[in-house]
C-alpha cells in the first residue's frame, strides 16, 4: 500500500516561510519520481517542483525558482518543500505525488500514480 501524507501547511503574512513534508510508505523516495503540485480555486493544478534521481535531481516551475527548494530524506522515505518569500499568488492546496517513472530534467512528462490528500498554504499581503 501506497501513502502519501502532507504537513506543514499554514497561514502566513507574505514574505514569511513554511516548510511542508511528505510522508510516504509503500515506496522508497530514492527509486521514484516525487514531487508537489499546487492548486487554487478555480485554477488549474500546476506543478511546482520535482525530485528525482534518488534526489540527486531537481526541476522547478518558473514561479518556485530561486524561492522553494525540494529535497528529501531517503532512509525516513520523507519528501519536503522549503518555501521562502511566500507571496499571496502562491496561496494554494499542496499535494505530494510519486510515480515510478514519468519525470526527468523537464519535470514531469507523465501524471504521478499515488497522491496525497493536500495540506492548506495561505499567504496574506
Known amino acids: 500500500q501506497v501513502r502519501l501524507v502532507e504537513s506543514g501547511g499554514d497561514s502566513v503574512q507574505a514574505g514569511g516561510s513554511l516548510k511542508l513534508s511528505c510522508a510516504s510508505s509503500?515506496?522508497?523516495?530514492?527509486?521514484?519520481?516525487m514531487g508537489w503540485f499546487r492548486q487554487a480555486p478555480g485554477k488549474e493544478r500546476e506543478k511546482v517542483a520535482v525530485?528525482?534521481?534518488?534526489?540527486?535531481?531537481?526541476n522547478y516551475a518558473d514561479s518556485a525558482k530561486g524561492r522553494f527548494t525540494i529535497s528529501q530524506d531517503n532512509p525516513k522515505n520523507t519528501m519536503y518543500l522549503k518555501m521562502n518569500s511566500l507571496k499571496p499568488e502562491d496561496t494554494a492546496k499542496y499535494y505530494c505525488?510519486?510515480?515510478?517513472?514519468?519525470?526527468?530534467?523537464?519535470?514531469?512528462?507523465?501524471?504521478?500514480?499515488?497522491w496525497g490528500q493536500g495540506t492548506q498554504v495561505t499567504v496574506s499581503s
Open positions: 505525488a510519486a510515480g515510478e517513472k514519468g519525470c526527468g530534467a523537464s519535470g514531469w512528462y507523465a501524471l504521478p500514480t499515488y
Open positions: 509503500g515506496i522508497t523516495t530514492r527509486s521514484v519520481c
Open positions: 525530485i528525482y534521481s534518488g534526489g540527486l535531481r531537481t
